[in-house]
């Protein structure tokens, strides 16, 4: 069983930033990649950002590109979604996800609010 932990959520103004952590309670070779998801009120889940433990290119949605970076430290066992330029639109609760070998989120943590006030 793998547990994930968000962090680092909160009240910002239009063109500030925010660093979201995402903790994970089970060793990186556990699962294939993490993935951070938000949801804003009334409207369904979407893809923001995700990165494999192992390295690669990391994958962003175009409304992410360009002002978010997802980077990992493993030794930590720790995702981290950095958010510049922050926007009132990027308002949502946060939401990081464990992929496994099969393809499959898995695993979900419990969400951090980030709210934008513009």
């Known amino acids: 069983q793998v547990q994930l932990v968000e962090s680092g959520g909160g009240l910002v103004q239009a063109g500030g930033s925010l660093r979201l952590s995402c903790e994970a309670s089970a060793r990186t070779f556990t699962f294939f990649r993490v993935g951070w998801f938000r949801q804003a009120p009334g409207k369904e889940r979407e893809f923001v950002a995700a990165?494999?433990?192992?390295?690669?290119?990391?994958l962003y949605a175009d409304s992410a590109k360009g002002r978010f970076t997802i980077s990992n430290d493993n030794p930590k066992n720790t995702v981290y979604l950095q958010m510049n330029s922050l926007k009132a639109e990027d308002t949502a609760v946060y939401y990081c996800a464990a992929e496994n070998w099969n393809g499959v989120y898995e695993y979900w943590g419990q969400g951090t609010q980030v709210t934008v006030s513009s």
């Open positions: 990165i494999r433990w192992s390295g690669g290119t990391p």
